[in-house]
């Protein structure tokens, strides 16, 4: 549940509108869900309709996006949703209201997220090769060690693979990079970006 705690802040705006408000902010975020953007003219018909601003009416429906699609991605299970939410400070009619959208589409919201989410390629293998050159005709005492690298991916479930090949030098420095990025990935800025791409 702790995944959730930077759409806190801006859930307790959602505190700001009465039962019915919120319902129709639902029926709008689910309608975002389905068609894929947000229609700013239904934006204006439904704000004057609930006597709020277009950017309060924007503002509480992606907040609901947010908690949505992040207890989505993170599979939330339903009664984990409703434990999370009971710990915000929101009026219980406001919590009923939101459980009830969550748990009559989360499914439709699953399945929205794997259509339009960006697919990255994942890790699968790596197997390499040390090949030596300990002489040719021209030279006779030289040494030349080289890597052959087969590195194996999957992008929706397609295989990929690669072949590389590269010297110790180079070897070294990809090493360098590829630890230098997983020590970054502790970062915040990281960890919320992951959350928006898978």
Not at 1 to 22: F, P, Y
Request: aromatic letters at 8%.
């Amino acid at each position: 549940m702790s995944v959730l705690v930077e759409q806190v802040s801006d859930i307790q705006a959602l505190g700001q509108v009465d039962g019915k408000q919120l319902a129709k902010c639902c029926e709008i975020c689910m309608y975002n869900f389905k068609n894929g953007a947000a229609d700013k003219k239904m934006y204006l018909r439904a704000a004057k309709e609930m006597s709020l601003s277009a950017t309060d009416l924007a503002a509480v429906v992606d907040s609901l996006s947010g908690l949505f699609i992040a207890s989505c991605k993170k599979q939330m299970k339903q009664s984990n949703f409703k434990i999370f939410m009971e710990t915000l400070q929101l009026p219980k009619e406001h919590i009923a209201i939101i459980y009830k959208y969550y748990s009559e589409n989360v499914q439709s919201i699953r399945e929205t997220l794997q259509n339009f989410s960006k697919r990255l390629s994942s890790y699968k293998s790596l197997s390499w090769r040390l090949e030596i050159e300990t002489s040719s005709r021209s030279l006779h005492h030289e040494v030349k060690p080289s890597f052959l690298l087969d590195l194996k991916t999957e992008r929706m479930g397609e295989p990929h693979s690669e072949l590389m090949q590269c010297d110790y030098s180079v070897l070294k420095n990809m090493c360098n990079e590829l630890e230098l990025a997983l020590s970054e990935l502790d970062s915040s800025h990281c960890r919320r970006m992951s959350t928006y791409i898978n």
